[in-house]
Antibody, heavy 115, light 108 residues
Framework: QEQLQESGPGLVKPSETLSLTCTLSGGSLSHYYWSWIRQPPGKGLELIGYIDYSASTSYNPSLNSRVTMSIDTSKNQFSLKLSSVTAADTAVYYC?????????WGRGTLVTVSS | EIVLTQSPGTLSLSPGEGATLSCRASQSLSSSFLAWYQQRPGQAPRLLMFGSSDRAPGIPDRFSGSASGIVFTLTISRLEPEDFAVYYCQQYGRSPYTFGQGTKLEIK
């Protein structure tokens, strides 16, 4: 059964870059889209963007200038970088399989932006 | 972008009752591109429905979905204790793909 696991720092300073990695187990990154979604504490869901196995990306325009996604199929990992973070970027970040719709979700990791 | 407005914000019902959740799109949206997710407290969301009315694998048949124009409905018959959660709709017909703000289904 496919499982996704997010990893990365739980605390990031304002103006720095948030970096997260998602590792897929029990499957392959080939032939699918892989998404990042975030959820501020007590709030709703926001799709950050997605990447496919060929590294083709699509980002939410609201975050477009600050987001970079990458993929390493040899390691079964894909990654998210979000630059110039502020407190408003504090959220649980989920990696997931699919975008239309999202079919498998990771458990999520809380990233807090604070000095 | 397409804005999805879910109603009600909170729905208070008892186990065994039926629930009707609504999701209204701000513009025309094909019924093929609407999904519903369930999020239990402290858990990640999980896919319930896609294409408005197709159940994801493992989802019981007490969950059903429908569409009428720009209004999409998730119906849960005979509520079980594990159904009390937050439900989100998502459109994936037009980028950026967007979510509704959620409906909390709570035990009365």
């Amino acid at each position: 059964q496919e499982q996704l696991q997010e990893s990365g720092p739980g605390l990031v300073k304002p103006s720095e870059t948030l970096s997260l990695t998602c590792t897929l187990s029990g499957g392959s990154l080939s032939h699918y889209y892989w998404s990042w979604i975030r959820q501020p504490p007590g709030k709703g869901l926001e799709l950050i963007g997605y990447i496919d196995y060929s590294a083709s990306t699509s980002y939410n325009p609201s975050l477009n200038s600050r987001v970079t996604m990458s993929i390493d199929t040899s390691k079964n990992q894909f990654s998210l970088k979000l630059s110039s973070v502020t407190a408003a970027d504090t959220a649980v970040y989920y990696c997931a399989k699919g975008s239309r719709p999202i079919v498998v979700w990771g458990r999520g990791t809380l990233v807090t932006v604070s000095s | 972008e397409i804005v999805l407005t879910q109603s009600p914000g909170t729905l208070s019902l008892s186990p065994g009752e039926g629930a009707t959740l609504s999701c209204r799109a701000s513009q025309s949206l094909s019924s093929s591109f609407l999904a519903w997710y369930q999020q239990r407290p402290g858990q990640a969301p999980r896919l319930l429905m896609f294409g408005s009315s197709d159940r994801a694998p493992g989802i019981p048949d007490r969950f059903s979905g429908s569409a009428s124009g720009i209004v999409f409905t998730l119906t849960i018959s005979r509520l079980e204790p594990e159904d009390f959660a937050v439900y989100y709709c998502q459109q994936y017909g037009r980028s950026p793909y967007t979510f509704g703000q959620g409906t909390k289904l709570e035990i009365k």
